[in-house]
C-alpha cells in the first residue's frame, strides 16, 4: 500500500460510510426479531432439558452440556445485540463508552462467543466417546462432564483475556501523526497495543479452525460407527424383535442428522465474522483506505446477522433432530406438560401391544369352542359343556397372565438400558 493511498484523517468523511436509515430501520428489525427469538429458544430448551431429563429421557451429562450451551448463547445475544444496534448500526462514529466499559465488553463478549464454540465441541466430544468409546466413556465416571463444561469456559476466558488490554476507547489516528486529527472517539483496539491485540486474533481464530476440524473429525467417526450399527440392526439385536431395532435405527438417524447439522451451523454462521476480524487485524487502521474501511463497514452487519444466528440455531437443529424434543417443547411454550416418565410411557404401550396381540387369539379360542361345541352338542352332557367352556375361558386367563409376566420381564431388561430418545 503505497502513501498516495493512505489518507489523512482530514480527508476522510466517516458519517459518509454510515448505513442510510432504511437499512438501519431493517438491522433494527431483524436484530430484534433475532433478540426475542434467541432469548425464547434458549430459555425454553434450558427448560425442556431439566424436564426430559426428570422423565428420563436424557442422561445428565448431555443436559449439563445442552444447558451450558444454551447459557453462552444466551449471554451472547444479552451482551451483545443491544451493544450492536446502538453503537455499530446508529451511532458508528460517536461512541461515547467508557474506557473501562469498553474493556469489560470486548472481555465479556469474547469469552461468551468461545465458550459457545468450545461447548459445542466439549458436547460432540462426549458423544464421540459414547458411541466410539462405550467401555471408555462408562469407565471415566460422572466427573469427565463438569470437567468438560469447566474446561470450555476457562478456555474461552484465556482466549478473550487479552482484549481486557488492547482494546479500548481511541480516535483515528493517521500513520504519520501521533493523535487523532478527528474529534471521534470509537471503542476499538488500542494502537499502542497493535501486536498484542493482532496476535490475540489470529490465536483465537486458530483455536476457531482447531474446533471446527476436531468437531467435524469426531462427527465423521460418529457417523460411521452409527451406520455400521444400524446395518447390523436389520435382523435385531439379541434376540430382540424387529421393532425395537427400527426405533433404535430412529434414534441413531436423528443423532447423524444432528451431527451434521452442527457442523454446518459453525462453519456457515462463524466464518464470515471471523474474516470481518481477520480484516481487523491484517491491516491497522491506520493504513486503512476508503474503500478497504467500506468493505469492512458493508461485511460487518452481515457477519454479525449469521453470527448471531448461531446462537438462536440451537434450539432448532434440536427440535429438528428429536422428535421427543420436539414435543415437550411445544408443550413448555403452551405451559402444559403432559409428558409421562420413561418407563410409564413403556409400560403403557407393553400393556397395549400385549392386549392388541391377545385379541386374535382370543377370537380364535372362542371361534374354537363354539365349533367344538356345535358338532357335539349331542354327543356331550350340559355339564361337560359347560365344564369345556370354562376350561376356555381359564385357559384364556392362564395365557393372559403368561404374556403380561413376559411383557413385564421384556420391559424389566428394556427399562435397564439407556433411553434410546437422547439427543
Known sequence: MSDEEIETGEEKDWRQLEPNYPIKIFLTVFYSLILVTGIVGNSV?????????????LQKNVTDHMVSLACSDLLVLLIGMPVELYSAIWFPFSSTSGNVSCKIYNFLFEACSYATILNVATLS???????????RFKALGGKRTSALITFAWLVSVLVALP??????????????????????TFCTNLRERWVMYRVSIFVAF??????????????????????????????????????ESSRVKMARKQTILFLGLIVGSLMVCWLPNQIRRLMM?????????????????????????FFYLSSVINPFLYNLSSRQFREVFVQVLRCHLTIEHVNKRTLHSSNAASARSLRPLLKSLRRN???????????????????????????????????TEQSNVVLRTETDDPPDSEI
Open 45 to 57: 430448551t434450558i427448560r425442556v432439558t431439566q424436564v426430559l431429563k426428570r422423565n428420563g429421557y
Open 125 to 135: 466430544f462426549e458423544r464421540y466417546v459414547a458411541i466410539c468409546h462405550p467401555f
Open 163 to 184: 482484549l481486557l488490554v488492547a482494546t479500548g476507547t481511541q480516535g483515528h489516528i493517521p500513520i504519520k501523526s501521533d493523535m487523532p486529527v478527528q474529534n471521534l
Open 206 to 243: 486458530i483455536v476457531y479452525m482447531i474446533v471446527l476440524i476436531c468437531v467435524a473429525i469426531m462427527c465423521r467417526a460418529m457417523i460411521l460407527v452409527l451406520r455400521k450399527s444400524m446395518g447390523s440392526l436389520d435382523g435385531g439385536i439379541d434376540g430382540k424383535p424387529k421393532h
Open 281 to 305: 487485524a491484517a491491516v491497522p487502521k491506520s493504513r486503512w483506505t476508503t474503500s478497504f474501511f467500506h468493505s469492512y463497514v458493508t461485511l460487518h452487519p452481515v457477519s454479525d446477522s
Open 369 to 403: 369352542n363354539t365349533n367344538r361345541n356345535t358338532n357335539g352338542q349331542d354327543k356331550t352332557s350340559p355339564t361337560f359343556t359347560t365344564f369345556q367352556s370354562d376350561s376356555g375361558v381359564a385357559s384364556d386367563t392362564q395365557m393372559s397372565l403368561s404374556l
